[in-house]
């Protein structure tokens, strides 16, 4: 595909997708698309190969989760983002939601150094790559307002493993293919949303720590 990559055409194809940009947000989409067409031609970050692929079926989960992310409240004051891979969602996510410091967890090197480039391209506000494991990070980065997850591990054991990572009355946010309404005991299901991705429907599911000793 021989189309330019900027970020005239990033603003339209995103308002075909029923999206409209500013300025700012279609420059680093622009950005960051180049960046990981670039670089996924070589490491195999993501499936879609064209820039318009991965903006239809990857990066629209993005502003649809930062549409949900803003209405929450209290707004976290730091976002865990665990198995970042090649920054999706937490990269463009940075784009439409800037809350608090948000941390792209991945241990993988050569991802991790993708979105440190990627990030820094972006000029992204308060966002971090942190190349370790889970089991690694430092007791600082384990009090969390939100933990984000699109395919880290299944729902219910993330729920589980995450329980030390979490501030007092904490979320953690899945992202999934179907919706179940279940929940785990010591969490709330605070929000179930659907939302539609080339022409599938996906789930936001919003979970809440409760029953702790705050």
Not at 124 to 142: D, F, G, H, I, Y
């Amino acid at each position: 595909m021989n189309e330019t990559l900027d970020a005239a055409s990033v603003a339209a194809a995103s308002a075909r997708l029923g999206r409209v940009l500013t300025d700012d947000q279609a420059g680093m989409l622009a950005v960051y698309l180049g960046l990981l067409v670039k670089w996924n031609s070589r490491m195999n970050l993501v499936g879609p190969e064209t820039w318009p692929e991965i903006l239809e079926t990857l990066i629209q989960d993005s502003w649809h989760l930062a549409d949900l992310l803003q209405t929450i409240e209290p707004q976290p004051a730091e976002t865990l983002d665990l198995g970042a891979g090649a920054g999706l969602p937490g990269i463009p996510l940075r784009v439409f939601w800037t809350a608090g410091d948000y941390w792209l967890v991945e241990p993988r090197q050569k991802r991790a150094l993708f979105m440190e480039q990627a990030a820094a391209h972006m000029r992204l506000p308060r966002t971090r790559v942190l190349c370790a494991r889970m089991e690694a990070l430092p007791q600082a980065r384990r009090q969390a307002g939100l933990i984000v997850s699109r395919a880290f591990m299944p729902w219910k054991k993330l729920l589980a493993e995450v329980r030390g990572y979490l501030a007092p009355g904490g979320r953690v946010l899945v992202m999934s293919n179907e919706a179940t309404g279940e929940t785990v005991e010591g969490f709330a299901l605070d929000v179930e949303k659907d939302y539609a991705v080339a022409g599938k429907t996906r789930w936001f599911r919003l979970f809440r720590l409760v029953g702790e000793d705050f």
